[in-house]
């Protein structure tokens, strides 16, 4: 069964404390990772599309990168607007359209 | 500006009554999509739409019911038939049905 498990289910950082989440999946023909971020009460921003193992996207403090099982999203001196809950989705199937598969998240809180 | 238009923001409905969130994309995008999010799960797919007139069950789609007769137009239905219905909706639409998903701002239902 496709499977998306993201982890910490919680984080807390200081503010300018790197650290990184994990999204690990076990999906067939995984056709792309998308990340998103989360604020309470609103819909998911979209972040980044990752295609292939290797494969990396930057933008401000936040880095996304893939290998053949997991995903990794860094966060390089975050700032207490940085604070949401960051979702993982994975796309995968052979044909036609092939549904996001979402993990529960991680909720981040940085603190100044 | 372009987006995702859900309204409304809130919605309370009685035991035994049909609600009926809106969904409005000015995107031009083709695929449009209803979510169902729920404390410590992912998003789980309720039905999704690839082209106007044609729409498809996702996982838990008992209890709903859409309708696509325009391309900007996405309407969920909440049926009495959805025992557990409380929970944060999300609509979402992508420029191909395999791409990248944009949000809107979500409806919460609660039933009272």
């Known amino acids: 069964e496709d499977q998306v498990t993201q982890s910490p289910e919680a984080l807390r950082l200081q503010e300018g404390e790197s650290s990184s989440l994990n999204c690990s999946y076990t999906v067939s023909g995984l056709r792309g990772l998308f990340w998103y971020r989360q604020d309470p009460g609103k819909g998911p921003e979209f972040l980044f599309t990752l295609y292939s193992a290797g494969e990396e996207k930057e933008k401000e403090r936040l880095k996304a990168t893939l290998t053949k099982k997991e995903s990794f999203l860094h966060i390089t001196a975050p700032k207490p607007e940085d604070s949401a809950t960051y979702l993982c989705?994975?796309?995968?199937?052979?044909?036609?359209?092939?549904?996001?598969?979402f993990g529960a998240g991680t909720r981040l809180a940085v603190h100044p | 500006d372009g987006g995702i238009t859900q309204s409304p923001k809130y919605l309370f409905r009685k035991e035994g009554q049909n609600v009926t969130l809106s969904c409005e994309q000015n995107l031009n995008h083709d695929a449009m999509y209803w979510y169902r999010q729920d404390p410590g799960q992912g998003l789980r797919l309720i039905y999704y739409s690839q082209i106007v007139n044609d729409f498809q069950k996702g996982d838990i789609a008992e209890g709903y019911s859409v309708s696509r007769e325009k391309k900007e137009s996405f309407p969920l239905t909440v049926t009495s038939a959805q025992k557990n219905p409380t929970a944060f909706y999300l609509c979402?639409?992508?420029?191909?049905?395999?791409?990248?998903?944009?949000f809107g701002q979500g409806t919460r239902l609660t039933v009272v």
């Open positions: 989705a994975v796309q995968a199937g052979s044909g036609g359209y092939n549904k996001l598969i």
């Open positions: 979402a639409s992508s420029k191909t049905p395999n791409t990248e998903a944009f």
